[in-house]
């Protein structure tokens, strides 16, 4: 299946407000992570208050206790959003409170530095999963406009399955640019709290792949991701190293698992050789994911042995983050 990616069209940008103004569409909810970042969660707020194209949805900030003002800036300058406050830091995790708030049927995730790339796209993904019932949740492409850098670009070389219509069937959580039908979220533990940040969307796919549901990244639908600079960079190797390590413990079988993790390692120390100033790191994140590693390999139920087999090409996807 060859991949024309084009979101630029009149369909995927606007539409006449008599299609887009359908009282029968279903409500959603537009949920931001915010952490300390007060001038992009104004832009964000910005185009999901004004520049959304669908009649029925509210918008929920969980917010990571902030300092920066941002809570304030909410509550002055869009009163209608509903805001969570988490009191500390929690990561990524924190985004788990939105499930229980939304009242929608559907629920994207957004942080706050990305918004929809399109004033049509949260109807034309809403219209799409209508469509196709089957769909647990959809991930869009990741777009960085001030770099011109496609983060999610060739994933769908990774997918486990390519449906024409449908899109490209996948472990593919994009963290800031995904629609999760509501009913099949509350059915899996959600982001695990251990993942402060990296790896944490993959390790959610797992979950949804592991009681048979299904996500498809839609390449044809876009999320803009400002990256903001206000976090620190250096934090990626570690963590990753970390993660993948737990995550391997923690959803497959001992059997399986022990080659993959000697992989890992060996994809690790490659990385050291090739990229000198990342070897204290990714050590660390080494060290600290196996002395970690057993609640992970306590954890119930793995992967069946169909699954690990049906993962497929995933294993390549799996190595490629270093």
């Known amino acids: ?49 004004r520049a959304v194209q669908y009649p029925n949805y509210e918008i929920i900030v969980v917010d990571n206790g902030s300092t920066d003002g941002s809570l ?44 929809p790339g399109t004033p049509a796209m949260v109807l034309r993904i809403i219209q799409h999963m209508e469509k196709y019932p089957d769909i647990d949740a959809l991930s869009t492409a990741y777009y960085r406009p001030l770099t011109g850098l496609m983060e999610t670009e060739g994933w769908e070389i990774y997918s486990l399955n390519k449906m ?53 990244l839609c390449p044809w639908f876009l999320t803009l991701h400002f990256v903001s600079t206000t976090r620190q960079s250096g934090l990626r190797a570690y963590a990753n190293s970390r993660h993948l390590i737990w995550m391997i413990a923690k959803h497959w079988p001992l059997i399986p698992a022990a080659p993959l993790l000697t992989l ?28 970690g590693i057993k609640p992970f390999g306590d954890y119930k ?12 090409r995933f294993y390549l996807f799996l190595f490629r983050w270093a």
């Open 164 to 216: 024409e219509e449908l899109g490209f069937e996948g472990i593919f959580v994009v963290e800031g640019g995904v629609c999760f039908r509501l009913d099949s979220l509350k059915k899996v533990d959600g982001y695990d709290p251990s993942f402060l940040v990296y790896s944490e969307g993959m390790e959610l796919g797992l979950q949804f792949f592991g009681k048979g549901m299904q996500i498809f």
């Open 301 to 312: 139920p793995k992967l069946t042995w169909s699954q690990t087999v049906k993962l497929g």
């Open 72 to 115: 304030e800036m909410i509550r002055s300058e869009y009163p209608q959003v509903r805001i969570h406050e988490v009191g500390e830091n929690a990561g990524v995790s924190a985004r788990n409170f939105m499930t229980p708030m939304a009242r929608g049927k559907y629920l994207f995730h957004f942080d706050d530095d990305t918004c």
């Open 264 to 291: 890992l390692l060996l994809r690790r120390i490659l990385s050291m050789i090739m990229h000198t100033r990342t070897w204290q790191r990714n050590t660390r994140g080494l060290i600290d994911g196996f002395q």
């Open 1 to 49: 299946m060859k991949f024309k990616w084009n979101p630029w069209t009149r369909e995927q940008w606007s539409v006449p407000e008599k299609e887009w103004n359908d009282p029968a569409l279903p409500l959603v909810t537009l949920g931001v992570l915010n952490y300390n970042r007060c001038t992009e969660l104004r832009q964000t707020l910005d185009v999901l208050t």
